[in-house]
C-alpha cells in the first residue's frame, strides 16, 4: 500500500511537473500576412473575448444592413507563416471538411445561411490557418489522475487550454457579397473545456472541438448582430 501511495505521488509530481513544462507550449496566433484582411487587422485588445487574437473594427451599425450569410468552402491557409508545423495534408484536409460541416450547419441551425448573394447578404470566408494536434495518451492521463484533474479544473474554470491538448486557430471574414468590401475580420484560435476527456483521446479530436466550438460562437454572435 505504501509502495502504491508512493507511485500515485510519484505520477501526480510528473503530472504537475509535465503541466507546468506546457504551459507555455500552446502557439498564439499570428498577425497572418497573405489574409484578404490582413490589413485591416489589428491586437484585439478589447479584453472581451480571448479567444480572437485580431480583428477589424468593429461598426454594429454595418453589420444591422445584413440578414444572412453566404459560406465559401472553407479553406486552409497557404501562406508560409502559416502555423500547421508537421500536420499532414491529409489531416488538414479532414479539419477543413469538419469545419465546413460544423459552420454550414450553426449558420442554417440560426437560420443566417442565404442561397445566394443578393441585398442585406453577407460572404463568410473561413480560413484555417494553423492547428495542432493532442498527445493522447498524456492529454487524457493529465485529466485522469487526482493532481491532473484538479489541474485540469483550475484551467477549464478559467478557460484556459488543457495540457498536451491540440487547438485549432482560423480566420473569419465577412464581405459585402455584391461589392466584396470588407465588414468584418478576426482571427481566433478556439480549443476544448480541459475537463473535455473525449476530445484528448485522437490527435486531431481537440482540434475539431475547437471547431465546433468556434463556429457555434461564430453563428450565435452573427444572430445577435445582424438584422433579426
Known amino acids: 500500500m505504501a509502495q502504491s501511495r508512493g507511485m500515485t505521488v510519484l505520477q501526480g509530481a510528473g503530472v504537475i511537473a509535465a503541466a507546468l ?20 487587422l489589428h ?18 451599425a454595418a453589420l444591422k444592413s445584413y440578414a444572412s450569410i453566404t459560406l465559401e468552402p472553407v479553406a486552409i491557409y497557404r501562406g508560409r507563416d502559416h502555423q500547421f508545423g508537421k500536420i499532414s495534408e491529409e489531416s488538414k484536409a479532414e479539419l477543413a471538411r469538419h469545419a465546413d460541416q460544423k459552420f454550414r450547419s450553426e449558420l442554417g441551425r440560426r437560420n443566417l445561411l442565404a442561397g445566394a448573394a443578393g ?3 453577407l460572404r463568410m470566408r473561413v480560413t ?9 495518451v498524456l492529454g487524457t492521463v493529465t485529466k485522469l489522475t487526482p493532481v491532473g484533474l ?3 479544473g483550475v484551467r477549464a474554470a478559467t478557460d484556459r487550454e488543457g495540457s498536451f491538448n491540440g487547438a485549432i486557430t482560423y480566420a473569419v471574414e465577412l464581405f459585402d457579397s ?3 468590401k470588407l465588414v468584418y475580420a478576426f482571427v481566433a484560435r478556439q480549443y476544448p473545456n480541459a475537463l473535455d476527456i473525449p476530445a484528448s ?3 486531431l479530436d481537440a482540434a475539431k472541438a475547437g471547431i465546433d466550438r468556434g463556429s457555434s460562437t461564430t453563428a450565435t454572435s452573427l444572430k445577435s448582430l445582424l438584422r433579426g
Open 119 to 121: 441585398p442585406q447578404v
Open 43 to 60: 491586437a484585439n485588445t478589447s479584453g472581451g473575448d480571448r479567444q480572437v487574437a485580431f480583428n477589424s473594427t468593429l461598426d454594429t
Open 201 to 203: 483521446i485522437r490527435p
Open 128 to 136: 484555417l490557418t494553423g492547428a495542432e494536434e493532442s498527445v493522447p
Open 21 to 40: 513544462a506546457c504551459t507555455a507550449c500552446s502557439t498564439r496566433p499570428v498577425h497572418y500576412q497573405a489574409l484578404s484582411s490582413t490589413a485591416e
Open 178 to 180: 455584391r461589392s466584396g
Open 150 to 152: 484538479a489541474l485540469s
